[in-house]
């Protein structure tokens, strides 16, 4: 019979300490809980994080979370939860090359997107006018998994999540998560170009010739970035990429933000979406006892609660619940 081992959570810890990179933040130097909770016997801080993580309800509903296309049809379209799965893939695969601790980058990418609103970016746009500032995914992200789903996450990995976007100017506090801010990146240009090809809203002859020197096909794509910021971030020390390499990413992001994010195509949709959004946020402020209970967060203002129940909707069940309330029927 073949021998088994059994590894504890000790035994794996002292191993993150001999075999990770100084750099690494090892699970025995964690900031520690907001409720500090007995050790697991067999999983490490980080690994219960991503556990969690995978099991809450606002993980779940990323499957019916739009990426770019609002709402799609098509089968092979991205969601915000396929993305969510190739930005925890890049990351770990970079994570492995750079001996950086993978369980915690693992856990921050998987949780990095449970912020955000129905329809994408736009609904950040959306829900904007209704808060001080801007409405950001990120931060709603740690409320989320802080307040409205409390799982009781490490402080590293809800400060990943904070800071994954970059437009937030604090960087994240662990190469971790600087690795999720660089995994996001890489994830989301490389589907969202095919995605856009998908929908005929591009062809691959309209990309400008920064792509073609990422590589022929999304896999190359995603070995030339990856690639770049393990040989980049061994020789400077911190987590970083090859200035050419950030160069032609940012080329191609460029075109998308021309082309497909704002290109006419998304237009009408986009001003669908801000209206379907808007009119719940008003709707449910305005009956408050219409909101369900789980979001009813003591010393919350009714439209803050509001908030947080519309910014957690489905794309589809955000459609449904607006064709419920302000549909006209043929009896109106």
């Not at 219409?290 to 589809?316: F, N």
Request: net charge negative.
């Amino acid at each position: 019979m073949t021998e088994m081992i059994r590894r504890t959570r000790r035994q794996r810890e002292l191993i993150e300490n001999e075999l990770l990179s100084p750099a690494a933040t090892r699970s025995l130097d964690s900031r520690g809980r907001a409720v500090s909770e007995e050790p697991d016997e067999f999983r490490t801080a980080f690994e219960r994080d991503r556990d969690r993580v995978i099991h809450s309800k606002a993980f779940r509903r990323l499957k019916h979370k739009t990426q770019v296309f609002l709402n799609p049809e098509g089968d092979h379209y991205v969601t915000r939860l396929t993305h969510t799965m190739q930005v925890a893939q890049v990351g770990r695969a970079m994570a492995a090359g750079l001996a950086l601790n993978e369980a915690l980058t693992e856990a921050i990418c998987l949780a990095h997107d449970v912020g955000h609103s129905p329809f994408g970016h736009t609904g950040e746009d959306a829900l904007t006018p209704y808060v001080e500032g801007e409405w950001l995914h990120s931060a709603q992200g740690v409320r989320v998994l802080s307040v409205l789903e409390p799982v009781n996450l490490s402080w590293e990995v809800l400060d990943g999540v904070r800071a994954h976007s970059w437009k937030i100017e604090e960087p994240p506090a662990t190469p971790e998560g600087q690795l999720c801010r660089f995994a996001d990146r890489i994830a989301y240009l490389t589907h969202d170009v095919a995605d856009a090809i998908r929908a005929q809203v591009i062809s691959f002859s309209d990309l400008p010739p920064a792509a073609s020197a990422l590589g022929q096909s999304a896999r190359e794509w995603i070995g030339t970035m990856v690639t770049s910021v393990i040989e980049a971030s061994t020789t400077a020390g911190n987590v970083t990429i090859h200035p050419d390499v950030l160069g032609r990413m940012n080329e191609v992001r460029d075109f998308m933000f021309g082309r497909v994010y704002l290109g006419p195509e998304m237009e009408a949709p986009k001003t669908r979406a801000i209206t379907v959004i808007r009119d719940l946020v008003d709707f449910f402020a305005a009956t408050p006892h219409q909101v369900p209970e789980s979001y009813k967060v003591d010393d919350a203002t009714d439209l803050t609660r509001a908030i947080d129940y519309v910014a957690g909707m489905t794309d589809r069940f955000a459609l449904t619940t607006h064709d419920r309330l302000f549909r006209p029927t043929l009896f109106d």
